[in-house]
């Protein structure tokens, strides 16, 4: 009997140093790791689509790249999580105007009443603008666009009824760290404050602010159905993000790999685009159901009263891009 759990014993422990040797193995193997920083949980579609891309590169390479993806904000907020893939640091991120802050075309990402709708949205990224818009974050960021994710538009959460902007003043919202969004609500009337977006839960609840902007998805998933009553139908922004890899690390890959990582991010942009369709159907139902209610708001109002601060916060050049876009998509 003894000898019979000492062969059994023995089998197990072979066995879980082969796992362990295989394990080390296949890191050993892997030629390039590449870490991604998330500031979205486990829920949403956007952690989703990069396990996707993950297992897509990492089988399509044969093992040679490893990604490895941390959600929640692990390695950094998102201005951050930027500053540390130029740094060599990290490698990967979700992002879209807070690149703004390093280049201002990238503002027209997230610029509010500028787009009326998904339609827009599309014809804009496919425009020669949409292309400079690539090229800009490559050029004065450091990072490369893998595709683009469809945010839906932004609407404002508060414990009041928002139905004009009359209705906003002294309002405190969380931004982002954006100025072309300081700008907006300011001249609507209510107080901006920028907040990274980990802090935005604890802050509606304890009375700091007193309302923040997203889409439905970010509204339902951060759980502010918890702390925030209705959900004002602004539709002020039809945005995107851009899931990036810092363009160091894209170069140091051989040529076949480029190409993986290329192709596998546009399979990561239908994927993710699958995955927001179908949470779209059900997430607002579900954003009522948890008693959140939906109010509809007099928007030409809120255009007509941001419309010129908006403008004027561009400079000469960027005001004649967005001249020329609106004539376009016009």
């Not at 870490?35 to 979205?40: E, I, N, Q, R, S």
């Not at 902007?165 to 009337?189: A, C, E, M, Q, Y």
């Not at 991010?265 to 939906?294: D, P, T, V």
């Amino acid at each position: 009997m003894r000898i019979r759990y000492l062969v059994i014993f023995r089998t197990v422990f072979l066995l879980l140093v082969a796992v362990l040797l295989s394990q080390c193995q296949q890191k050993k193997d892997a030629a390039f790791v590449f870490k991604a920083g998330l500031l979205v949980n486990e829920e949403h579609t956007w952690f989703k689509a990069f396990e996707h891309f993950k297992e897509n590169v990492e089988e399509q390479s044969k093992g040679r790249i490893r990604i490895e993806v941390y959600p929640s904000e692990q390695l950094g907020k998102e201005i951050e999580a930027i500053r540390l893939i130029q740094a060599g640091v990290i490698d990967m991120t979700i992002t879209s105007s807070t690149l703004s802050n390093w280049t201002e075309i990238l503002t027209f990402c997230e610029l509010p009443f500028f787009l009326k709708d998904s339609s827009d949205m599309i014809r804009f990224i496919a425009s020669s603008t949409g292309r400079i818009l690539e090229e800009s974050m490559i050029k004065d960021t450091g990072l490369r666009a893998l595709g683009y994710f469809q945010r839906g538009e932004r609407h404002l959460t508060s414990n009041r009824p928002i139905k004009h902007p009359d209705d906003l003043k002294g309002l405190i919202i969380r931004v982002p760290n954006v100025p072309s969004f300081v700008t907006t609500w300011r001249s609507l009337g209510a107080k901006p404050t920028p907040m990274s977006f980990s802090e935005v839960f604890t802050s509606l609840q304890q009375g700091t602010i007193e309302a923040q902007e997203n889409p439905f998805a970010m509204i339902k998933n951060a759980g502010f159905a918890e702390v925030q009553k209705y959900i004002n139908l602004t539709g002020h922004v039809y945005s995107w993000a851009y899931p990036v890899l810092g363009e160091k690390q894209f170069q140091s890959l051989p040529k076949d790999l480029k190409k993986i990582v290329l192709n596998a991010g546009k399979q990561m942009q239908y994927y993710e685009h699958e995955l927001f369709l179908e949470n779209g159907r059900k997430i607002q139902a579900e954003l009522k159901a948890a008693g959140m209610e939906f109010i509809e708001v007099d928007k030409n109002a809120f255009i007509e009263k941001s419309q010129e601060a908006i403008y004027n916060s561009l400079s000469k050049e960027m005001q004649l891009i967005y001249k020329q876009v609106k004539e376009e998509l016009r």
